[in-house]
């Protein structure tokens, strides 16, 4: 079996905002074979910088795109593929935005393999750990405490045992984001796990003192108030915070995460399959997570055939206590494939059925495709 072809679909939404969801436009990547058997993937990041990585031509020997590395090679030789193409990527890769490219092309070979197999890709992976995963709601801040205590008694009559409050805003005033905080908590309890997303970071003394002023809540996890790279702050707070510092949707490869929990000394790591690596990568950053005693929770902020893909890389985890779950409704993350994951009591089912366990809905690929011409991105604010 041979590789013929990768292509990449691009979508957006009529109007994208500069907001915290990354849910507004995707790249689908699809590997085709010349046994007629397609892979899906997705990578979650900007789809023009990714269309680009993956299509460029031959530049010279370790300067050249995914597609033109990976045509004429065997699809289910996934690990000599990642490392050809993170070798043939190094003058221009090796973190960022290539890892992102591979991470969609990694999914789509899992998933011609576990079609070809007739296997979920998990199986494949030799997981098998769980049939099925607690969700915890993830949603974008609100404007006020009563909206925040609305949406969380909301969620737990919906079956939710864990809500997270993300970015707009917070950070900027650490004294109201604890007040919040403690309404939320009065109103859903001491059993609902809480977790807070700062997303855009603050100052080291400003993310200590929310961690201070959010231990009387009990929350989960405090989730990346600080600059991805400030990996001594990230120690700093560790080790001072009464409060679990969770941190990596932007970091990438196994270097990236083995620096985030050795130097950083993060409670949580939350690699995305989409961004960090792929499958075959996220892999290793959790076996290097468990012998360091880190918990894995993965970021999952996209379209369903990352919550497949992330639902089979959980399924490989022993100790996994969540899969994060996105709550905006819009077509992009709802409609992109015929089947749609939504949580019963809580709780979402790994997929059983052969690879990745998604099929594409071309109608909603072909309502929302995007050549690129004539951007709209909204006013900043």
Known sequence: MKITDIRCTMLRLPEVLPIGDGTQDSLIVEVDTDEGVTGVGEAHTSPWVLRAIIEAPLSHVMARGLRVSLLGEDPTDIARLWDRMYSLTSVFGRRGA?????????????????????????????????????????????????????????????????????????GEDVGRDAEVMAEVRRAVGD????????????????????????EPHHLFFLEEPLAPD?????????????????????????????????????????????????????????????????????????????????????????DCPYLEFCLVDNPIRTSVTHSHFEPEGGRVRIPDSPGLGVELNRDTLEAYHYSGDALSLGEPR
């Open 191 to 214: 059993e609902i796990d809480l977790m807070l997303d700062v997303g855009a970071p603050i100052s080291r003394r400003s993310a200590l003192q929310l961690a201070r002023l959010l």
């Open 98 to 170: 290539v890892i992102h490219a591979i991470s969609a092309v990694d999914m789509a070979l899992w998933d011609i393999l576990g079609k070809l197999a007739g296997k979920p890709v998990h199986k494949l992976l030799g997981g098998g750990y769980r049939d099925e995963i607690p969700a915890y709601a993830s949603i974008l801040a609100l404007d006020s405490a009563e909206a925040s205590v609305a949406r969380a008694r909301e969620l737990t009559e919906q079956g939710f045992t864990a809500i997270k409050f993300g970015w707009n805003g917070l």
């Open 230 to 318: 400030d990996l001594e702050g990230y120690a700093a707070l560790a080790a001072a915070s009464p409060v679990p510092i969770a941190a990596g949707e932007k970091e990438t490869t196994r270097y990236g995460f083995r620096d985030l929990m050795v130097r950083g000394a993060v409670d949580v790591i939350q690699p995305d399959v989409a961004r960090a690596g792929g499958l075959w990568e996220c892999r290793k950053i959790a076996d290097d997570a468990a012998a360091c005693g880190v918990t894995v929770i993965p970021h999952c902020w996209s379209t369903d055939i990352l919550v497949a893909a992330t639902l089979h890389f959980i399924a490989t985890l022993p």
